[in-house]
Each structure stands twice: as C-alpha cells, then as structure tokens.
C-alpha cells in the first residue's frame, strides 16, 4: 500500500493541493467540502426532522424536484472529498474510521432514495426512516470531524509528530 | 502581549476551566454539534436563497420556506457551541481576522433577513412551482447566500489564521 500512497503524493496534483501558496488550493477544496456537506447533510436532516415532528410534513409532490437538487450537493462533496483524499492518502487511508465514514454516506445516500421514493410521494409518514437518516447523517458529520483527531499516519514518509 | 481585562475575566470563568479542563471529549463534540447547526442553516436557508435566485427551480419558496425553523435552530445550536469555543480559547479568535470578518458577514446577513422579510418575503411566498422571484427579492437573497457562505468560509478557515501568540 505504501508504494500507492506514495505514487499519489508525489503527483503534481496532490503535491499542488498540499503545498500551494494559495488559498485556492487546500483550502477552497476544504470550503467546498463543508458548503457540500451543509447543503447534504444539512438538506437530508431537515427533511427527517420534518417528518419526525411536523404534522403535515410536505404538500403531497412538493419535494419531489428536491432530491436531484440533493444529489447535485453529493457531487460537490464526492468531488472536493476525493480531492481531499489525493492530497492525504496515507492519513484517511490508513484510518479505520475513513471507512466508517464512506460507509454511513453510502448507507444515508441509499436511506435518502428510499425516503425520496416512500415518504415523499406516498405521503407515507416514514417515521423510521427519517431516525436512521438522522442517526447517520449525525455519524458521517461527527466521524469527518472525528478524522482530524485519530489519524496516525499524515503522509507515506512523514508520520503525525504527536502520534 | 498583556491580557486584556476582558480576557482575564472571560479566562476566570467556571466555563473557561470547564472547556480547557474537559477539551479533549467536550472540543471535538462541540465542533461536530457545530459542523450539524452549520449544516442545518445551510441546508435550509441556502436551498430557499438558491430557489429564490432561480438557481434551484420547479418547488415552491413557500414549501421549502417550512424547513428554515430547522435552520433556525442550528443556529442557535451555533452561538451555543461557539461560545464554549470562545471561552475556551478566547484570544483564538478576538485577534484573528478570520473570526472578525465571520462576524461581520453574520451581522449583514442578520440585517439582511430583516430586509428580507419586510421587503420581499410576502411576494416570494405566493409564487408557485415554476414561477420567478422580482429582480428585488433576487438581490436580497444573493446577499444572504454569499453572507452565509462567508460565515463558512471564515469560520472554516479560522484557524489557519490563529494570532501567532498564545496567553
């Protein structure tokens, strides 16, 4: 694995994005993941909240154009997440708790079609779903920030100096 | 640098020595607690401004207007959590101009919701599925999508630009 690691590191792209002198590298990149995850995370919450405590959650066929509009907000975190990932291989990689995380995404993404496809047009209340939505979007967020905390390796060649 | 006599009490708090004494469970909670009312905020305002500005189209402001006490609600989740960051580590972000330009964008986007619903709010909130917003209601919303994106922003970045000392 370690040879991968490397052969990633050392491309122009993730060398760029780790050591650019310029906000419009890591940092944008950075942006871009949190504005992807305010508008996903925070679009499917509000949703399950909905359900679990509004009377009437939603117009019958209101939300139906929502979900495209969603999964527009997956690519924009998908995308700048896997920039992210070029620029530090090593240290998501080597975390068991990047997995965890790719896991509750993969799980809440399929969570979101089934309510998409249930609740919303069947006017079905869905009450269950929206929990287990919550719970793992609640989960995808607390792991992403989790990550920063309990990684031990931060490049191929250079390992976290407190670690 | 001397301690300013607001740090020093803000430092001499029960709060303070809470959050310094309990950081490594209470920090990272904080900040996750935070990353969801962040999220709740965007994920209901920023679709509402976007449908507005005709970005997002074919739903009724009105509808996705019924979500936005969520982000309400994450906000206030926000100036809770954001103020045990600050007491934690008050001159983090008193002497960081990330945080003061953070600051800034939340005052002119507090102004401009007000704006929003005296000016424009009662127009959006007929328009149905497929109908456009007045250039007036466009303006004011664009201002809040790029307020709120710059509270993001600032507050993602901020500790890249930590004051270069510690008390």
């Known amino acids: 694995m370690d040879a991968f690691f490397a052969y990633l590191e050392n491309s122009a792209l993730s060398t760029w994005i780790r050591e650019a002198d310029t906000v419009f590298a890591f940092q944008a990149i950075l942006v871009l993941h949190t504005l992807g995850m305010g508008l996903l995370a925070g679009g499917n919450a509000a949703i399950d909240l909905q359900i679990l405590r509004a009377r009437r959650p939603f117009a019958p066929g209101a939300f139906e154009r929502w979900f495209p509009v969603l999964w527009g907000s997956f690519a924009l975190s998908a995308m700048s997440g896997l920039l992210l990932l070029i620029a530090y291989p090593t240290k998501a990689l080597t975390n068991p708790l990047f997995y965890v995380k790719l896991a509750c995404v993969a799980l809440a993404m399929w969570v979101m079609q089934l309510i998409s496809r249930k609740v919303l047009k069947e006017s079905a209340r869905g009450k269950y779903l929206a929990t287990v939505s919550l719970l793992l979007w609640i989960a995808v ?13 931060l490049l191929v060649h250079f390992s976290h100096p407190g670690m | 640098m001397e301690m300013a006599a607001w740090e020093i009490w803000v430092r001499s708090t029960a709060l303070s020595h809470f959050v310094l004494k309990q950081g490594q469970w209470l920090w990272p909670l904080c900040e996750t607690l935070h990353f969801l009312g962040l999220s709740l905020l965007i994920g209901t305002v920023g679709y509402f401004d976007l449908r507005v500005l005709g970005v997002v189209k074919g739903m009724a402001p009105a509808e996705l ?10 906000y206030f989740l926000n100036l809770l959590t954001g103020v045990v960051f600050f007491f934690g580590y008050p001159e983090q972000y008193a002497y960081n101009t990330a945080f003061h330009f953070k600051l800034l964008f939340m005052t002119v986007a507090a102004a401009n919701a007000a704006l929003f619903y005296t000016a424009a709010f009662r127009d959006v909130r007929v328009l149905r599925a497929d109908q456009a917003a007045s250039p007036r209601a ?30």
Request: aromatic letters at 16%.
């Open chain 1, 141 to 153: 967020i607390g792991a992403g920030r989790l990550l920063a905390y309990t990684y031990t390796r």
């Open chain 2, 65 to 74: 207007h019924r979500l936005i006490p969520w982000g309400i609600a994450g």
């Open chain 2, 138 to 167: 466009r303006v004011i919303t664009g201002i809040s999508l790029l307020c709120w994106i710059g509270v993001l922003t600032c507050g993602r970045l901020l500790t890249f630009y930590r004051p270069p000392f510690f008390h």
